[in-house]
């Protein structure tokens, strides 16, 4: 009996720790050299990041060129929020940048939350 109450705390605790992995919970995304979506995020990041900065410095600024997304990971929220490691081009020279964007596919809306140099 004692074993039979074991096996089942020891499934609910399970079962509690999966249900806030997708509810909240950050989870790695393993395909993302392959996967188009978040390549297109990344390449969104990038043109979004490119946009504020011209309109920011009247049309001054050094366009970034977008290389691909290196690291991902996504969080269910209203929607799905992306936090993506990038690497691009500025001026001919490699930079890593953090990006944040969140998908509402329900109201075909993507919003550039943040967009930033890599602190890692």
């Known amino acids: 009996m004692a074993a039979l109450i074991r096996t089942v705390a020891t499934l609910t605790t399970l079962a509690c720790v999966a249900y806030a992995a997708l509810l909240g919970g950050k ?68 930079v890593m940048f953090d990006s944040v964007v969140v998908v509402q596919p329900g109201l075909g809306s993507k919003d550039l939350l943040s967009f930033a140099p890599s602190s890692r």
């Open 27 to 94: 989870t790695e995304v393993t395909d993302v050299k392959t996967n188009k979506e978040v390549q297109d995020l990344g390449h969104f990041s990038v043109e979004e990041h490119n946009r504020m900065m011209k309109q920011a410095l009247k049309g001054m600024a050094e366009e970034m060129k977008f290389v691909e997304v290196v690291e991902a990971q996504k969080q269910v929220v209203s929607g799905t929020k992306y936090y993506l490691k990038i690497s691009a081009t500025q001026t001919g020279r490699p």
